[in-house]
């Protein structure tokens, strides 16, 4: 077998054909990198064995731009992004699939930089990564790399978290700060240039999750805000519980540099995507028991009780204003796009 | 977030919205016109109505820029980015305005025509220089805000020598539009209820307060101009009722950290060095006005794109049954039109109303739907 030129070699369509070079590619970057006995087994799948409980499995899908941003990468994005899915049924994340669709002429240095950060994301989250797939595409028919994971995992005993058991008189509770992440990618892609201390806050919560299912295991339901933000993730909540809401704008943690790109966009934080943060909801006499856990926690610190699950057979999230008026927190209308003036 | 957080204090906004309590008398009623989107943005945004005694009532005006656009000049852009040599450039906002047909500029993206947002109109510029080979056309809309930064970018075209950059002019005045509606048949009849205006932020600190001045005068109708912070937005409507109650009827500046009387007299310059008045231009809602509109002046003909392709002029085809001119004349409510929430909504707008966060519509859907339906916060906390 011959070495990759990792530092000048880039992404051929034979790398995908599953030849010789594909099999190259595949044990030098990513069985290298991923390393755990599962891969090693060299088996089209793999083979292991669950604790006792209900198994939950989520997916989700990667093709972020640009690839590579402050907080992270596509790389570490996939491995948190799947994670959250699975933690927030209160589960025990176990394991992890990776789907890479990579296109031709893709430079393999910025390939192993992803797939290291890949890796050093499942190692730190503790889930590796068992199985895996590699597909190449003509140039032009992809954007570099997509990587779609799955993950597995299993709920303890005596968990029963879904988004339709919210009640009213339940508190809502959010772990920090809004708006990190997608402020951070469109800066970026618009090529903005804040120099300000913007970071995506991509990372993994099931340690949050662990800590506060342990507390409190009357949690309702806890939801990760990406896509659609904080308000279009309520949104999803009060619906799929029959409730409504009532959020209180002075509460809600948004970071002073984040309040001002958003206000130089024309953007509302409440509809800008996160990547590790967490909103749970549970009876509200173990609210101040939770927010306690979560702060203590270092992925909660900034943690709020932010409002509270209303009797409202129009399903409405509304909202005290800062301002002392009272608005409604709508579901997301199309893509949040800049206004005019 | 200092010098906008001042303007957003609960603490004063409590306190003022006490004192319009106090002072708006119980015996008449208050029809404000906030004639910018701006304004209505922030009146949602942060609950303002809400705050508001009842008979004190904002009318949204028509100062959205994409909602004013006619459907016909919307069309002459798609048609303009189907061209195969041609990158449309654009604002975010006006990529979801549907055409004749349903068609949007985002709809024709998605088929795969080059069709771009742009944060500024200098960005078109740098498309162009990357593109030589392509030609570049910036949909210009706006109203006197975005102006100046138009006639910058198409002035140092002319200065690179670019031969590859035009622009769709699509600027139009607020004095004109002001003047239009009250000068409309429900105006005349008296349905028009407007009893003042909360006159623009951002446009006034291009023009200044001196072109209102005819407002008091000609129309009897007063003018407070007013930042877009909802204190700001508050403190015109307490100065408004002020003027009402006191029957003076004058231009008033609110916003003075921002706007003189005689505006950016160097952006004026810019503007007029480049553009032109068009001797009539057609808004929706409002039909052809005289002299409300800006073109490219014939010494950069070279750089107006309506000129370059021989852009065919189009009348556009309206639903029939879309209530946005009457909206926009600020005689009818959104609720007044049968399609208002089905079938057009936010997500599937029929009318320009629903599509910008500006527009009226777009509001009432967000904000209306939730006003009869409110859960007093007194009753929350209980």
């Known amino acids: 077998m011959s070495r990759l030129n990792i530092a000048k070699g880039r992404v051929e369509m034979v790398h995908g054909s599953g030849g010789r070079a594909m099999a190259e590619l595949i044990e030098q970057l990513f069985a290298q990198a991923f390393d755990n006995e599962w891969l090693a087994q060299g088996n089209d799948q793999a083979q292991f064995t669950l604790p006792p409980g209900r198994v939950v499995m989520a997916t989700d899908s990667h093709v972020v731009s640009p690839l590579f941003f402050p907080g992270g990468d596509i790389g570490s994005l996939s491995v948190h992004g799947t994670i959250n899915d699975v933690a927030m049924s209160g589960a025990k994340p176990c394991y992890l699939s990776a789907g890479f669709i990579l296109e031709e002429g893709f430079a393999l240095a910025d390939l192993k930089r992803i797939v290291d950060s890949m890796a050093a994301a499942s190692k730190e989250a503790g889930v590796p990564i068992v199985t895996g797939d590699t597909k190449v595409v003509e140039r032009g028919k992809g954007d570099g790399v997509f990587i779609s994971t799955t993950g597995i995992g299993v709920v303890p005993e005596g968990l029963q978290l879904s988004g339709d058991q919210a009640k009213p008189g339940d508190a809502i509770l959010l772990s920090g700060s809004i708006g990190d992440h997608g402020v951070t990618i469109l800066s970026l892609r618009e090529n903005l240039g804040f120099e300000a201390d913007i970071c995506s806050d991509s990372q993994a919560l099931h340690s949050l999750v662990a800590a506060m299912v342990e507390c409190v295991p009357e949690i309702r339901c806890m939801r990760d805000p990406t896509r659609g933000g904080l308000a279009n993730t309520l949104n999803e909540m009060a619906q799929q519980s029959g409730v409504g809401m009532q959020l209180m704008e002075s509460r809600i943690p948004v970071r002073e540099p984040v309040r001002a790109a958003c206000e130089f966009l024309g953007l509302d934080p409440l509809y800008v995507a996160n990547e590790g943060k967490l909103i749970a909801i549970c009876p509200q006499e173990r609210a101040e028991e939770l927010l306690a856990v979560m702060r203590a926690h270092p992925q909660g610190q900034d943690a709020a009780i932010i409002g509270t699950v209303v009797e409202d057979s129009y399903h409405f999230v509304q909202m005290e204003t800062v301002f002392g008026g009272s608005r409604m927190v709508d579901w997301l209308n199309g893509e949040q796009l800049p206004r005019i003036c | ?382």
Request: charged residues 25%.
């Open chain 2, 1 to 382: 977030m200092k010098y906008v957080d001042e303007f957003r204090d609960g603490e004063k906004a409590r306190a003022l919205a006490e004192q319009i309590r106090r002072e708006a008398d119980p015996a008449r009623r208050y029809h404000l016109m906030e004639f910018c989107g701006g304004h209505t943005h922030a009146i949602f945004r942060y609950g303002i109505p809400g705050l508001l005694p009842e008979n004190v009532r904002l009318i949204h005006g028509p100062g959205c820029p994409v909602c004013v656009l006619p459907i016909g000049r919307l069309d002459m852009a798609i048609a303009l980015a189907r061209r195969p040599e041609v990158i449309l450039c654009t604002y975010g906002d006006m990529l979801r305005v549907p055409g004749s047909g349903r068609e949007s500029l985002m709809k024709l993206r998605a088929e795969g025509t080059d069709v771009r947002m742009l944060y500024s109109p200098a960005d078109a510029l740098k498309i162009a220089q990357q593109n030589p080979d392509k030609e570049v056309v910036f949909f210009a809309i706006g109203f006197e805000t975005t102006t100046p930064p138009t006639a910058l970018v198409i002035d140092q075209a002319a200065k690179l020598g670019l031969k590859n950059f035009s622009v769709f002019c699509n600027h139009v005045l607020t004095p004109a539009a002001m003047h239009a509606i009250l000068n409309t048949p429900e105006a005349d009849s008296g349905a028009l209820q407007l009893d003042g205006f909360i006159g623009p932020a951002h446009v006034s600190t291009v023009i200044g307060s001196a072109p209102y001045e005819p407002f008091p005068q000609q129309y009897k109708r007063p003018v407070v101009i007013a930042g877009f912070e909802p204190l700001d937005v508050l403190q015109a409507i307490l100065m408004l009722i002020r003027q009402l109650n006191d029957g003076r009827c004058e231009v008033e500046n609110e916003f003075i950290r921002a706007v003189s009387r005689e505006g950016n007299l160097k952006a004026q310059a810019a503007v007029s060095r480049v553009l032109e008045l068009r001797s009539s231009f057609e808004w929706r809602g409002l039909g052809a006005i005289p002299e409300s509109a800006l073109q490219i002046r014939s010494e950069y003909a070279e750089f107006d794109a309506e000129k370059r392709f021989g852009v065919e002029q189009l009348h556009g085809r309206e639903n029939k049954a879309c209530e946005c001119p009457s909206i926009l004349r600020g005689v009818k409510n959104p609720r007044d039109c049968v399609l208002f929430g089905d079938p057009c909504t936010p997500d599937n707008p029929l009318g320009s109303c629903m599509v910008s966060s500006e527009g009226a519509c777009a509001a009432y859907y967000s904000y209306g739907r939730f006003s009869e339906r409110r859960i007093p916060a007194e009753e929350l906390r209980a």
